[in-house]
C-alpha cells in the first residue's frame, strides 16, 4: 500500500483544505453548507480548536469574488498566531498585517517549507502553483475557458485564445500532483469544456473538480468522461468529503 501524501477536503464550491506531511492549506474558503443541505456533513475542520492545534497553516484566496473570499478568515488568526494568509493583490483589507502576502501574476514567494507561484486567470486575480512537502498542487481560482452561449462569436473566440495561452504557459510546472479545476454547469453543455483541455495538456495525476456550487452532480458527470481520457479524476458528493492522495 502506498504512501498517504495527502488528505483533501472538500468545504463548498472551490473551498479545499489539505492536509499534508507538515503543512496544512485552505483554499478559497468562501462558506460552508447549511446543515439542513443534503451536500453538507458536519465537520470540525475548520472550528477554533482544530485551527488553534494546526502547524504550518497557510490560507489561500485567488481573488476578491465574494464566492472565493470571505474575511471571515482573518478571524482565524484569533486562535492560531502563526496562521500566514496568501491573497491575490485585487483583495483590498482596511489592516496590513506581517501574516498577509500579496501576489500578482508571474510572482513567486516562498516560505518556511513552501514555495508558490501566481500564475494568471481568465477572470479576476490569480490562479496559484504550490509546491509543498514533495507535492506540486495547482489551484485555478476562476482559471477557466468560459464559453457562454450568449456572448458573440468575438467574445467566444478571444475567451477560449486567452485560456489557451494561460494553459500553456502552466505546462512548465508539468508533472502536477493534485489539480483543483472549475467544472461549472452554468456553462451547460460546455461545463467542461476548460476541465477537458486542463486535463489533456497538463494530465495532472489527480483532477478534482470544483465551482459548481450546489450542483454536485455534475462531478459525477465529469468523472465518467474523464475515464475515458484515462484521467483520475474525484467525484464530489458533500461537504466535508475525505480525499486521500
Request: hydrophobic letters at 35%; proline letters at 2%.
Amino acid at each position: 500500500m502506498s504512501e498517504i501524501q495527502a488528505k483533501i477536503y472538500y468545504i463548498y464550491h472551490s473551498g479545499f483544505a489539505i492536509k499534508t506531511k507538515n503543512h496544512f492549506l485552505i483554499f478559497d474558503y468562501f462558506k460552508e453548507p447549511l446543515e439542513k443541505d443534503e451536500t453538507h456533513h458536519k465537520s470540525e475542520l475548520l472550528s477554533s480548536e482544530n485551527i488553534k492545534n494546526m502547524k504550518n497553516v497557510f490560507v489561500f484566496a485567488t481573488h476578491s469574488h465574494a464566492d472565493h473570499f470571505n474575511s471571515r478568515i482573518l478571524e482565524w488568526e484569533k486562535y492560531n498566531r502563526n496562521i500566514k494568509y496568501i491573497f491575490s493583490e485585487d483583495i483590498k483589507i482596511s489592516v496590513n498585517k506581517p501574516s498577509y502576502s500579496f501576489m500578482e501574476e508571474g510572482e513567486e514567494k516562498s516560505f518556511e517549507g513552501l514555495y508558490v507561484k501566481a500564475y494568471g486567470s481568465t477572470d479576476i486575480g490569480i490562479s496559484f502553483l504550490v509546491k509543498v512537502d514533495g507535492l506540486t498542487i495547482f489551484h485555478a481560482g476562476d482559471l477557466n475557458w468560459w464559453h457562454w452561449k450568449e456572448d458573440s462569436a468575438e467574445e467566444q473566440s478571444l475567451a477560449e485564445s486567452s485560456f489557451k495561452a494561460h494553459i500553456e504557459k502552466l505546462k512548465e510546472e508539468k508533472p502536477i500532483d493534485i489539480a483543483f479545476f472549475p467544472v461549472d454547469s452554468r456553462l451547460q453543455e460546455f461545463y467542461c469544456l476548460g476541465g477537458d483541455y486542463f486535463s489533456q495538456e497538463i494530465n495532472p495525476d489527480l483532477f478534482i473538480p470544483m465551482h459548481f456550487g450546489d450542483d454536485v452532480g455534475v462531478t459525477k458527470k465529469f468523472v465518467e468522461k474523464m475515464k475515458k481520457r484515462n484521467i483520475k479524476a474525484v467525484e464530489i458528493n458533500y461537504s466535508g468529503q475525505e480525499i486521500i492522495y
